[in-house]
């Protein structure tokens, strides 16, 4: 919705004479470009919802702590060099979430103590 108006993508195909599905694609693409907004050198929608959907699967893999970026490449059928540039893009943005590490047991603990944790413990 907009404004409370009840905007759907529906009303929006309608008024455009396109398909539902050709408006979700626009948003998409106009998603990918605000979150990388290199994409926007791209001239097909296409090649942008490639590289995003690459983007993010680079970032996915890394977060589920995947053992190199030669492997996260591999899987995805890239070069090295690209998941350096993807993860090092994502790094410059302040995106990355802090990784929580896993104690011996498998449950996951805080990256470092703080004064609360040790208070607590107490």
Request: proline share 4%; glycine share 4%; with cysteine.
């Amino acid at each position: 919705m907009v404004n409370g108006e009840g905007w759907t993508q529906d009303k929006t195909a309608k008024d455009l004479n396109i398909s539902q599905q050709a408006v979700s694609t626009v948003i998409q693409i106009a998603k990918a470009v605000e979150d990388y907004p290199e994409l926007a050198k791209q001239r097909k929608g296409s090649v942008i919802l490639r590289e995003f959907k690459k983007e993010e699967k680079i970032i996915k893999l890394y977060l589920q702590a995947w053992n190199t970026q030669e492997d996260i490449a591999r899987e995805i059928n890239c070069d090295q060099k690209t998941v350096f540039n993807v993860l090092g893009n994502f790094r410059k943005k302040g995106k990355f979430p802090e990784i929580p590490m896993l104690q011996e047991n498998g449950r996951l603990k805080p990256p470092f103590r703080t004064s609360f944790y040790a208070t607590s413990e107490q």
